[in-house]
């Protein structure tokens, strides 16, 4: 079992994320305790009030709100009244045996979990301390209900076989709320890959269409270390309205990411001699940069390349699909740095003018556009020439009316 704890000050954002959950039928509130009703009677101002008038007891702290996800490993199914039981027995070893709490299973991962929502603020309005929490009570009290149920320890969770396929799939805008669709995929990545820069990400993001944006260098998002989500369409391109990260729940801004980069940068380093060995191999012989991508597919790691309007290669990232290890290439060392590798690729073979050309499996290369575009762009040539000439006559009109 695997406990995770999570702090914040909205009571209500806790409960929404949950209650939503619900509301999707991938999740279920299996148990409450210390409220005047049964769960399954319970309406939300029900569960929302109990815990809120509790956090009016004290205005000083900042903080009032405790979420924690209990995880358990694939196959370990246990039923509503094991987890209830498992539930009560933690949250008696961390401190919160006198706590109101919500009790949620979630269906929505590869993997069983489930959520407690409760506050860390007491009847007399004295507060719980969260101070080493997590690594203090939370373990010893997680490896002896492991033992009580006996469950598969956290500890050999990592020896088990990992589960490749992931249970969420490329957000498409309009399909689902942009917000949902971009956090669903956030929560996966950012917990299964290591990555530790924003473009590492990305590039792990690309594959879902979402894009991680700090904005241009000069504007005063960077300038401030804002972060915001876009969803992208088939193309790569923008689309809809950009999501703050702020507003994410687990708020993945670019102070958060740069713990989770500090972390990564450690736990990435056992994969990193076993992906050069792989780049060795494949580079004996040169290959055209489609050619080499497709080798490197081919052992389960993904190479995406971003290029300029011009074709030209100014970054590689490497994603190793098995150990979900990411690196961008002069990481691993500058023989494989964008240049490099770019002096060392065969060129493209020419193709026929009118023939498809199929998009890249990875990494999204948009720089260069199909000879279908280029036929439309030919035979619409004159009407887009005669809607240019239009704007520019209504543009002057306007002008003239001082409109």
Known sequence: ???????????????????????????????????????????????????????????????????????????????????????????????FASQPYLVYRHEDAGHPHIHIVTTNIKRDGERISLHYLGQNE?????????????????????????????????????????KRAITNVLSFIVRAYKFTSVPELNAVLGRYNIQADRGSKDSRMYAREGLVYWI??????????????STIYGKPTLKTLEERFRLNAQLRKPFKDELTKILDGILIKPLTKRDFQKALREKGVQCVLR????????????????????????????????????????????KPKF?????????????????????????????????????????KKRKGLNL
């Open 1 to 95: 079992m695997v406990a995770k704890i999570k702090s914040g000050k909205s009571l209500i954002g806790a409960l929404n994320y949950n209650e939503n959950k619900v509301k999707q039928g991938k999740a279920m509130l299996i148990g409450a305790k210390g409220y005047p009703k049964d769960a399954k009677d319970l309406s939300f101002n029900d569960k929302l009030f109990r815990l809120t008038d509790l956090a009016a007891m004290n205005h000083r702290a900042k903080t009032n709100t405790v979420h924690i996800s209990l995880n358990f490993p694939n196959g370990e199914n246990l039923p509503d009244d094991n987890l209830n039981d498992i539930v009560r027995d933690y949250l008696n070893g961390v401190g």
């Open 307 to 350: 290029q300029n309007e011009e074709g030209r290669i100014y970054g590689v990232t490497f994603i190793d699909q098995k150990n979900k290890a990411v690196f961008n290439g002069s990481d691993l060392s500058k023989a494989y740095s964008a240049n490099q590798l770019s002096a060392q690729f065969l060129p493209d073979p020419v």
């Open 138 to 178: 939370s373990e010893k009290t997680r490896k002896a209900i492991e033992i009580k149920y006996s469950l598969v320890k956290a500890d050999e969770q990592t020896k088990q076989k990992p589960n490749l396929k992931a249970d969420i799939s490329a957000a498409e805008y309009g399909k689902a709320e942009t």
């Open 355 to 395: 023939q498809h050309q199929d998009q890249a499996q990875d990494g999204h290369e948009f720089s260069q556009a199909s000879a279908g575009d280029e036929l439309i762009d030919l035979l619409f040539a004159a009407e887009r020439e005669d809607l240019a000439a239009l704007n520019k006559f209504k543009k």
């Open 232 to 245: 992208l369409d088939k193309r790569g391109n923008k689309i809809g309205v950009p999501i703050k990260a």
